[in-house]
């Protein structure tokens, strides 16, 4: 009997202690996250749909409450919380998450678990988790569908604002930029000429409201604008004219820009032919600037034209001018200049170099007569063609219509092949040239690409691939509309895949836009420009058909 009573003691004893011993709980850990059933190693989602369903799951059940406080979902740009529908699963240990409304269309969210979540047992994380979720393209329109006529004419509109309503109101000149302030470009205001002659013919101003502003602008390169040689600055002083320098030793002349400017003068020359007072004197103005223009000094004797000439170190620059590039109209108005020409020698020897700009190779199956591999920016076949007429334009080294559709067409097919998977890139949505990227200003083509597309690549590229150019403008407005469309138009770049959309404008690529949707629709600025006498005579000289 004693013995039964020591043993039921003893059990009561063991009993005791073993209800003293401190249980330990499981760990408390993350264990994964799934987006729409996906899971990716570095915590970074795209293309995800606009009503996600994302389950992150833990070793152990969950606290609810802390669970609603701690897991968030957030838009990264504006840091705008998320409201979230949470679901528990598996004895609390999984949370299911979807968004109470839908997110925006190529958005970036972060989908966060603070350290401080507990489960059930009161352990906390510890850890905090973030994972990157950007959404992919809403493809529902975001603008009235119109006809092709509307919408052509709709952009000229808008971005011919650019220069219109944002021109530097002492001058008349073109802003560099939308940022600008005084800074206007001599190349940009030729690009803003051309411009103010297609919003007269398209009646969004009258013939009058043209004619007073180019009276303005060109009193004010006449009489207030610095100049050398008659070649002026590529950027200058909307208010004072003075010089303002493009870099440290480029404070002086600019053949190219003044090319560019004064393809814009002699197209306006042209079209502005009444015999009226007014009309008289700006024929007037522009003939003094054009004879102005010493393009021979360019050459200092040899060959080859020169960029740049400053008046503190002279030609220090040593850039000569060599193709294939933009500059073919630099080198076809110092052939066509009545005062001060250069020769074809200087066209052979300096532009072509005897034939060294030839290319010749196949990109995408298209043969390319010149120029850079894969052809380079699309700018080339923008910038001295807005009044050059490349139809049935050739010479011994190429058909300038061949050069120009073979460099968009490759353009265009090495966006469509994408090598780089950047998102965006097809059919619909292509073209790469100099513009704003999220990296600066950076001249983009298949052989610089960052992922950027140039708005003004692919529409001012419509006299070459229009059913291409076409499709890339719908899907710019109708599918981008709320991230591109602006003020002044298209804004100049965006990156899909960096979640990038400019919000700036520069003359030089708004320009081109206007013009050679024009020269698509009707061939008016070609008609214009190739109807001056001296551009005949230059197209003599240099020997082109």
Same mark, same amino acid.
């Given at each position: 009997m004693?013995?039964k009573y020591?043993?039921i003691?003893?059990?009561?004893v063991l009993?005791?202690c ?5 249980v330990t709980? %499981?760990a408390f850990y993350?264990?994964s996250?799934?987006?729409n059933n996906?899971q990716s190693g ?6 995800v ?5 994302m389950e992150?799951?833990?070793?152990t059940?969950?606290n609810?409450?802390s ?8 838009e990264?740009?504006t840091?705008n ?5 949470f ?10 998450l979807?968004?109470?409304? =839908? ?7 972060d989908?966060?678990?603070?350290n ?14 973030r994972v990157?979720?950007?959404?992919q393209l ?9 006809s092709?006529?509307e ?8 971005t011919?604002?650019?220069f219109?309503?944002?021109a530097?109101p002492?001058?008349g000149?073109?802003r560099e930029?939308n940022?600008?302030?005084?800074v206007?470009t001599?190349?940009?205001?030729g ?5 103010i002659?297609v919003?007269i ?9 043209g004619r %007073?502003?180019l ?6 390169l006449?009489?207030k604008?610095?100049?050398?040689h ?8 909307g208010?004072?004219g ?11 002349a ?6 560019y400017l ?7 020359r042209?079209y502005?032919?009444?015999?009226s ?7 007037k103005?522009?003939?003094?600037l054009?004879n102005n ?12 034209l020169y960029w740049?000439?400053? =008046?503190t170190?002279?030609?220090k620059?040593? @850039?000569?001018i060599?193709?294939w590039?933009?500059?073919?109209i630099?080198?076809?108005?110092a052939?066509?200049s009545p005062? @001060?020409?250069?020769s074809k020698?200087v066209?052979?020897n300096g532009?072509a ?10 990109y995408?199956?298209?043969p390319l =007569?010149?120029?850079f591999e ?7 076949? @923008? ?13 011994k080294?190429?058909?300038y219509w061949e050069?120009?559709l073979? @460099? ?5 097919q090495y966006?469509?092949?994408n090598p780089k998977n950047?998102?965006g890139y097809?059919?619909n ?5 100099a513009s704003?990227s999220?990296?600066?200003y950076a001249?983009h ?5 960052l992922g950027?597309?140039?708005p003004t690549a ?5 006299p070459?691939?229009p059913k %291409?150019s076409m499709?890339?403008l719908?899907?710019?407005?109708y599918?981008?509309g709320?991230k591109?469309w602006k ?6 770049g ?7 959309w400019?919000d700036?404008f ?5 320009g ?7 020269n698509?629709r009707?061939g ?7 109807s ?5 005579t230059?197209k003599?000289t240099l020997?082109?058909?």
């Amino acid at each position: 009997m004693v013995k039964k009573y020591i043993f039921i003691a003893i059990l009561l004893v063991l009993g005791a202690c073993k209800s003293q011993q401190t249980v330990t709980p %499981e760990a408390f850990y993350f264990k994964s996250v799934l987006v729409n059933n996906q899971q990716s190693g570095g915590f970074q989602y795209g293309d995800v749909n606009l009503s996600p369903k994302m389950e992150i799951s833990f070793s152990t059940p969950l606290n609810i409450e802390s669970a609603k406080k701690n897991i968030s979902l957030t838009e990264r740009l504006t840091a705008n919380s998320i409201p979230l529908n949470f679901i528990f699963l598996k004895n609390d240990s999984t949370v299911q998450l979807s968004p109470s409304q =839908p997110l925006k269309h190529i958005t970036k969210y972060d989908l966060t678990v603070n350290n401080t979540l507990e489960s059930k047992s009161k352990q906390s994380l510890n850890t905090d988790i973030r994972v990157g979720i950007t959404t992919q393209l809403d493809t529902t329109d975001k603008f009235p569908r119109i006809s092709d006529e509307e919408l052509l004419t709709l952009v000229q509109k808008q971005t011919f604002r650019y220069f219109w309503d944002f021109a530097h109101p002492v001058s008349g000149l073109s802003r560099e930029r939308n940022t600008s302030g005084d800074v206007v470009t001599s190349g940009g205001t030729g690009f803003g000429i051309m411009s103010i002659l297609v919003g007269i013919e398209r009646g969004f101003i009258t013939r009058e409201q043209g004619r %007073e502003r180019l009276l303005k602008m060109t009193d004010f390169l006449l009489n207030k604008t610095k100049s050398y040689h008659g070649v002026f600055p590529h950027w200058l002083n909307g208010a004072n004219g003075e010089t303002i320098p493009f870099s440290a030793n480029d404070n002086g002349a600019d053949i190219v820009e003044t090319s560019y400017l004064m393809q814009g003068l002699l197209t306006a020359r042209q079209y502005f032919n009444q015999n009226s007072d007014t009309e008289n004197t700006l024929r007037k103005n522009i003939n003094t600037l054009w004879n102005n223009v010493d393009w021979a000094w360019h050459t200092k004797n040899e060959n080859v034209l020169y960029w740049h000439w400053s =008046p503190t170190v002279g030609w220090k620059m040593n @850039h000569q001018i060599h193709g294939w590039n933009e500059c073919l109209i630099t080198y076809f108005l110092a052939a066509s200049s009545p005062t @001060h020409p250069i020769s074809k020698t200087v066209y052979d020897n300096g532009w072509a170099e005897n034939g060294k700009m030839k290319n010749g190779k196949s990109y995408f199956g298209t043969p390319l =007569p010149l120029g850079f591999e894969y052809g380079g920016p699309l700018f080339f076949s @923008h910038y001295s063609f807005l009044g050059l007429n490349p139809k049935n334009l050739k010479d011994k080294y190429a058909n300038y219509w061949e050069q120009n559709l073979a @460099h968009t067409r490759i353009n265009y097919q090495y966006c469509v092949a994408n090598p780089k998977n950047f998102v965006g890139y097809g059919k619909n949505c292509w073209g790469l040239t100099a513009s704003d990227s999220f990296n600066g200003y950076a001249a983009h083509s298949p052989t610089e690409d960052l992922g950027v597309i140039s708005p003004t690549a692919a529409i001012s590229a419509m006299p070459y691939t229009p059913k %291409e150019s076409m499709d890339a403008l719908r899907y710019f407005y109708y599918k981008l509309g709320d991230k591109i469309w602006k003020q002044y138009g298209f804004v100049d770049g965006f990156s899909q895949t960096n979640l990038w959309w400019a919000d700036s404008f520069l003359a030089i690529d708004q320009g081109p836009i206007i013009c050679m949707i024009e020269n698509y629709r009707t061939g008016l600025l070609w008609k214009l420009f190739m109807s001056c006498p001296e551009v005949q005579t230059g197209k003599n000289t240099l020997g082109f058909e």
